[in-house]
């Protein structure tokens, strides 16, 4: 096999969590640490890929070679996507972009009242990689499915209704990997088959995914 096989080849990711304002202070976010991404983006310019890494808030170095574009919230990873996805041959989307956003953010902090109960209204974020998926001339367009169960199907239907041509499911409910862990197990599929990528370092898993990413990329086109 070709040593560089993403040579010439400009790839986006999308890695970490998004956090979404409430007010000056405050946030909603979750517990991705960036790792899978971060791996995945070193190992597509290892491949010898032109990388664009467009990352949540994480505490992970940029790897050699990758371009960073930093943001918080998913409305602004939206629109660091969208400005730069016009170029991309392949597009991996890892973040754990937050599904609901507050509906508005305060102005000053919010503060701290005598009922017991505070409402707070969300709105739906943009759906980053389905958006791209539909793009005229789209990208090779890959996501991510972190499922507790049923994994196959949920992942299987998630590929067809979201139009990608690949998806990485990891069974979250194992112990041991995924989320903020150093390991990671993925089943891959894609429209016409499947793989099993076993148990394994971050670093080494990121390596076989990417490798059958540029595979079927290069296989249809
Ligand atoms: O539907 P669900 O959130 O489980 O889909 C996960 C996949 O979709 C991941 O690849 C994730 O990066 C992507 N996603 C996105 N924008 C969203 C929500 C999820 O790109 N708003």
């Not at 791996?39 to 597509?44: F, G, T």
Request: charged share 20%.
């Amino acid at each position: 096999p070709k040593m560089q096989p993403l040579a010439g080849i400009k790839l986006m990711l999308t890695a970490g969590p998004t956090r979404e304002p409430l007010d000056p202070v405050r946030f909603l976010s979750n517990h991705s640490s960036g790792k899978m991404g971060f791996a995945l983006a070193a190992a597509a310019a290892a491949l010898g890929a032109e990388v664009t890494l467009v990352s949540g808030p994480v505490a992970l170095a940029t790897p050699a070679g990758v371009t960073r574009i930093d943001v918080e919230s998913a409305r602004q990873m939206h629109q660091a996507v969208m400005r730069h996805i016009g170029s991309q041959h392949i597009f991996v989307a890892c973040a754990a972009v937050a599904d609901y956003a507050p509906r508005t953010v305060a102005e000053q902090k919010i503060k701290k009242t005598d009922s017991d109960t505070l409402v707070i209204e969300l709105t739906k974020n943009p759906d980053i990689v389905a958006e791209v998926a539909a793009l005229p001339g789209k990208p090779f367009t890959v996501g991510f499915a972190a499922e507790t169960r049923d994994v196959e199907k949920y992942a299987r239907d998630k590929l067809s209704r979201k139009g990608l041509d690949m998806i990485a499911a990891n069974d979250v409910s194992l112990a041991g990997q995924g989320f903020n862990s150093d390991d990671n197990a993925l089943t891959v599929f894609w429209p016409a088959g499947r793989a099993e990528l076993p148990l394994a370092g971050k670093t080494e898993l990121a390596r076989h995914l990417m490798t059958l990413i540029a595979e079927k990329y290069n296989e249809t086109h």
